[in-house]
């Protein structure tokens, strides 16, 4: 069992920058693959980011390369997702995830979901 929480969302102009983190309890947050969702008024949950158990593999929305980065720290049970150069369309609730098998791209092939932290970014 793994509870997620996540922090760090907020009001933010285009072009600056937001850190997102996701605070997970249980001992065996490490085996798990983790990832970053994000959904919009209207829209379906969309995958953003995620990171595999040990944090050697990372993948990425092509809508967000190059701008976001996800990392872990397995001693401290979190996962972090710094996004930069925001753009009004990075507007909407973040959500962490977690998935006791590889990442994946799928919302539903995830078992454990933290509440959502909204983020807005202004033009």
């Known amino acids: 069992q793994v509870q997620l929480v996540e922090s760090g969302g907020g009001l933010v102009q285009a072009g600056g920058s937001l850190r997102l983190s996701c605070a997970a309890s249980?001992?065996?947050?490490?085996?798990?693959?983790m990832g970053w969702f994000r959904q919009a008024p209207g829209k379906e949950r969309e995958f953003v980011a995620g990171?595999?158990?040990?944090?050697?593999?990372?993948y990425y929305a092509d809508s967000v390369k190059g701008r976001f980065t996800i990392s872990r720290d397995n001693a401290k049970n979190t996962v972090a997702l710094q996004m930069n150069n925001l753009k009004p369309e990075d507007t909407a609730v973040y959500y962490c995830?977690?998935?006791?098998?590889?990442?994946?791209?799928?919302?539903?092939?995830?078992?454990?979901w933290g509440q959502g932290t909204q983020v807005t970014v202004s033009s």
């Open positions: 995830a977690a998935r006791s098998q590889g990442v994946t791209r799928t919302p539903n092939n995830y078992n454990y």
């Open positions: 990171i595999s158990w040990g944090g050697g593999g990372t």
């Open positions: 249980g001992r065996t947050f490490s085996s798990y693959a």
